[in-house]
């Protein structure tokens, strides 16, 4: 079954903490890309890659690193300098980015503890 | 600023009605429009793809396009309580490194048994 895979579906971070969300897809998809949702919000562009080993940051990139050294990976790290981590975060791909549609994993939900 | 925009809703009909969902958007080299439904708590689920003025039906569901007018529709027939959602207009220009998505901040559907 081909798809995005997301996890953890939850995740909880401490002051002063970096934690990893993850996003691997099987579809071949050559681009990929990172979303944050917040509430009665449209989805804000974080960083995109068109290709392995090389990606671009989006509209709202400070505060957040990533890597593309799979084609199918795509790991979204929130450090500790962005102040306002929580919201819903979502990953897409599509065959390239000059093609869409993009398609989505089902997300990830980070909270503050 | 390349905007994307939708009333925010809700916008409640009942069941079995025409429900007609609304998207301007700025930029006029915009190629690529996007309809994706979205549940409460869930991802994103593209619904209907359009790239040339006019409509295009797929099962209830007909997008309309109007590049003349900046402005995308969509229209769910013989509407059901599962259409229940919010709907997100995206728009692609391809134009250079901005050839990113846009989303429009969606709007929310109610569909009433």
């Known amino acids: 079954d081909g798809g995005i895979t997301q996890s953890p579906k939850y995740l909880f971070r401490k002051e002063g903490q970096n934690v990893t969300l993850s996003c691997e897809q099987n579809?071949?998809?050559?681009?990929m890309y990172w979303y944050r949702q917040d509430p009665g919000q449209g989805l804000r562009l974080i960083y995109y890659s068109q290709i392995v080993n090389d990606f671009q940051k989006g509209d709202i990139a400070e505060g957040y690193s990533v890597s593309r050294e799979k084609k199918e990976s795509f790991p979204l790290t929130v450090t500790s300098a962005q102040k306002n981590p929580t919201a819903f975060y979502l990953c897409a791909s599509s065959i390239d980015r000059a093609f869409q549609p993009q398609h989505f994993g089902d997300g990830t939900r980070l909270s503050i503890l | 600023q390349k905007e994307v925009e939708q009333n925010s809703g809700p916008l409640s009909v009942p069941e079995g009605a025409i429900a007609s969902l609304n998207c301007t958007y700025s930029d006029r080299g915009s190629q690529s429009f996007f309809w994706y439904r979205q549940y409460s708590g869930k991802s994103p689920e593209l619904i209907m793809s359009i790239y040339s003025n006019g409509d295009k039906e797929d099962g209830r569901f007909t997008a309309q396009l109007n590049k003349a007018s900046q402005y995308v529709s969509l229209l769910i027939r013989d509407s059901q309580p599962s259409d229940s959602a919010t709907y997100l207009c995206a728009v692609k220009n391809y134009g250079g490194s901005q050839g990113n998505l846009i989303f429009g901040k969606g709007t929310k559907l109610s569909v009433k048994p």
């Open positions: 579809l071949n998809h050559d681009a």
